[in-house]
């Protein structure tokens, strides 16, 4: 495992060089509708929502736009990328490199945490203006930010492994990463659920990211950001090893 090999390097430039020849679909349309997001609910739910003490709604919004941001985008990257290669048929040309299956592994994710953060510094960049947003602990908004790219980045390759068309690959994504992301308090404290709503809410790993994410932000969160980045670290390997495994198994990949 050669992480400073050529092929890995082409495979990462490549994987990252695909998004960025269609920037205007893939980094800005998620700015822009993350923008819609901050405008409506910021405008409906401003002063008609509890959230932190000191941290008016909108404040409270942008970290949680940002993240979710993050998470969908590095999703987006990998199981994209991987689903077109198997139908047009040139994931062959990967497969026959003398990559190994963590140099292949690490290259799709890398890509994808570079498009998920790329997105993510979008869109903070266009909300930010709207809020004012204090910065009590950044490592920890650094430390999520990553942690979280990763584990979607990772979901999708999982994702573009197992579908073999594109609407398989929707309903993992609609079914499965978007009920995810909206049910882990993006727009909302957990706070505010009823006792039961809070138990299933703390049975979802994307609420740990996007809370520790926002403690970053305000000092203040609704779990432990050391529970929280203790509970993202163990799902990321356990995702790491299975796609790993899917890897070198050849699951749907030499067919």
């Not at 679909?25 to 401003?46: D, R, S």
Request: charged content about 10%.
């Amino acid at each position: 495992m050669n992480f400073l090999s050529a092929g890995f390097r082409t495979l990462v430039y490549k994987e990252t060089l695909r998004f960025w020849k269609v920037a205007t679909q893939t980094i800005g349309a998620p700015i822009l509708t993350a923008m819609l997001y901050l405008l409506i609910f910021g405008h409906v739910l401003e002063g008609r929502v509890n959230v932190y003490e000191g941290v008016n709604y909108t404040s409270f919004l942008i970290p949680g736009l940002v993240m979710m941001s993050v998470l969908q985008n590095s999703f987006a990257n990998s199981s994209s990328s991987l689903i077109q290669s198997k139908i047009t048929g040139n994931l062959v040309f990967v497969l026959l490199t003398p990559l190994s299956h963590w140099e292949i592994f690490s290259a799709y994710v890398i890509a994808a945490m570079v498009r998920g953060i790329v997105v993510g510094l979008g869109v903070f960049m266009v909300t930010a203006w709207f809020a004012h947003l204090s910065f009590a602990a950044p490592l920890w908004i650094l430390v999520f930010a990553l942690l979280g790219a990763a584990i979607l980045g990772t979901m999708g390759l999982i994702a573009g492994i197992w579908a073999e068309k594109f609407d398989q690959l929707a309903a993992f994504q609609n079914f499965l990463i978007v009920p995810l992301t909206f049910l882990a308090g993006v727009f909302y404290s957990i706070h505010s659920l009823p006792p039961v709503w809070q138990a299933v809410s703390h049975l979802n790993p994307f609420f740990y990211m996007i809370d520790g994410f926002r403690y970053g932000f305000f000092g203040q969160s609704d779990v432990n950001p050391l529970v929280s980045v203790a509970i993202v670290a163990a799902f990321l390997v356990v995702l790491a090893f299975l796609a790993i495994r899917l890897l070198r198994s050849g699951y749907r990949l030499r067919h």
